[in-house]
C-alpha cells in the first residue's frame, strides 16, 4: 500500500466573479482547451474541476515558476458558474475552496455576482487575489502572448498603459469599498493581509504566468501547515453531478477534497431521500488538465488521492443529490457515517 502520510495535498482553488468575465476562458488557457466554446450561450451551468499538474503550471509561467521551490503536486481549480441563478453553485465552489481567484473584467469592473462571490468568501474566510482580466481590450493594446505582466506592460503605449492603470484603480477601490486593502499584486508583501491584484487576459494569456506564480506562492507559503493533511486517510468528497455512463448506470462527479478513496470501498452518499450506502465498482480519472465535466476519456485508477476530481461508479445512485457528501467508511462503523452524511 501506498503511504502517503506527511504528502502535500493538492490545493484546490476556486475561480469565482460575475457571468462572462472569463473564468472559463481563463481555464482554457492554463490546461489549453477549448471548454468556453462549447457552452450553450457561452454560459457555465455546472461547477467543473481540473486537476493541473505542476509541470503544467511551470510550464505555463516559464521563469516565474520554478518547480523545484514546491513540493505542492499542482492545483485543482473548481470552475463556477458567473449567472444570476447560479447561487448554490457559486457557494458550493467557495465553500470547497482554499484559495479563490475572483475574476473582474477590467472595463466592466465591479458588478452583482462580484460582490456575491466576495460575499462568499468573506463568510468562507477562504484567502483569494483578483484576475483583472481582459486587458486586451484596453484600446491601443499590443498584445504579447503569454508573456509575463511586466513585459506587457513595457511594450505598451503610454495612452493604453494609463487607460489600464485607471480600470485597476477602480477595482482596488471597489475593493476597499469592501473592507479588503488592495494592491497591484507586485506591491504586496503579505497576502493575507492584503488582497493581491493581477493584471491579465485570458484570452491572449499575458499576465496569466504572474497569477500562477502568486497562486503557487500563496498556496505553498500560508497553506502548507493546512495541506500536511494525512491524504492516506479515509476519503471525503462533494457531488459535482450525476450522470449517467453508457455500462456503468449513474455515476458521481465527485471533488475529493480529502483523503483517499479505494476501488472496492464502502462509501456513504447523501441522497434525495437518505444516505446510500454502496460499493465503489470503479474509479474513474480525467486525463491531467482535463475538465471532469466535458472530459470523455477516463482512466481506471485503483485508488485516488486529495484533492482531485474523480467520477465514482457505483451501484444504487440514482437518488443520488448534487452537493450531497461523499464519505469513505473504511475503519469506522457504517451507522457512525451515515450520521455524519445526513448531519451535513
Ligand atoms: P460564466 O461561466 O457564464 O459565468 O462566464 P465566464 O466567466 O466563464 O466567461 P467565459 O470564459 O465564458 O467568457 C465570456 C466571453 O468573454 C467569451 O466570449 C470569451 O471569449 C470572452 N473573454 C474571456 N476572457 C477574455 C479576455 O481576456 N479577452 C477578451 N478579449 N475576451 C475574453
Ligand atoms: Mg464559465
Not at 466554446?37 to 515558476?65: C, F, K, N, R, Y
Not at 465552489?93 to 465591479?110: K, P, R, S, T
Not at 463568510?123 to 481582459?134: C, E, L, M, Q, Y
Not at 504572474?210 to 500563496?218: E, F, K, T
Amino acid at each position: 500500500t501506498h503511504d502517503q502520510t506527511g504528502t502535500l495535498r493538492t490545493p484546490i482553488v476556486a475561480v469565482l466573479g460575475h457571468v462572462d468575465h472569463g473564468k472559463t476562458t481563463l481555464l482554457d488557457k492554463i490546461r489549453g482547451s477549448a471548454v468556453s466554446e462549447g457552452e450553450a450561450g457561452a454560459i457555465t451551468q455546472h461547477i467543473g474541476a481540473t486537476a493541473v499538474p505542476l509541470d503544467t503550471v511551470s510550464q505555463m509561467a516559464g521563469s516565474l515558476v520554478d518547480p523545484d521551490d514546491f513540493d505542492l503536486p499542482g492545483l485543482l481549480f473548481i470552475d463556477t458558474p458567473g449567472h444570476h441563478s447560479f447561487t448554490t453553485l457559486r457557494s458550493r465552489g467557495g465553500a470547497l475552496a482554499d484559495i479563490a481567484v475572483l475574476v473582474v473584467d477590467v472595463n466592466d469592473g465591479f458588478q452583482p455576482q462580484t460582490l456575491e462571490a466576495i460575499d462568499i468568501l468573506k463568510r468562507t474566510g477562504t484567502p483569494f487575489i483578483v484576475a483583472a482580466n481582459k486587458i486586451d481590450t484596453t484600446p491601443g493594446w499590443n498584445p504579447q502572448e503569454g508573456e509575463p505582466i511586466q513585459q506587457t506592460y513595457e511594450a505598451q503605449s503610454k495612452q493604453a498603459r494609463q487607460r489600464l492603470d485607471e480600470n485597476l484603480y477602480e477595482i482596488i477601490g471597489n475593493l476597499s469599498d469592501e473592507g479588503f486593502s488592495a494592491d497591484l499584486y507586485w506591491r504586496v508583501q503579505n497576502f493575507t493581509k492584503n488582497i493581491g491584484v493581477v493584471p491579465l487576459s485570458a484570452m491572449t494569456g499575458e499576465g496569466i504566468p504572474d497569477l500562477l506564480a502568486v497562486l503557487m506562492g500563496l498556496s505553498q507559503r500560508y497553506m502548507k501547515a493546512e495541506m500536511e493533511i494525512d491524504v492516506a486517510g479515509p476519503g471525503k468528497g462533494t457531488v459535482l453531478e450525476v450522470k449517467e455512463e453508457r455500462g456503468f448506470g449513474a455515476t458521481l462527479d465527485v471533488v475529493l477534497y480529502d483523503g483517499t478513496v479505494r476501488e472496492d470501498e464502502t462509501i456513504v452518499v447523501g441522497g434525495a431521500n437518505s444516505p446510500i450506502v454502496t460499493e465503489v465498482r470503479a474509479l474513474l480519472q480525467p486525463r491531467p488538465n482535463a475538465e471532469i465535466r466535458t472530459e470523455k476519456r477516463f482512466d481506471r485508477v485503483d485508488q485516488v488521492s486529495a484533492a482531485t476530481g474523480i467520477k465514482i461508479a457505483a451501484p444504487d445512485l440514482e437518488d443520488a443529490m448534487a452537493g450531497a457528501p461523499v464519505r469513505v467508511v473504511r475503519d469506522r462503523d457504517v451507522d457512525e457515517v451515515i450520521e455524519e452524511v445526513q448531519a451535513e
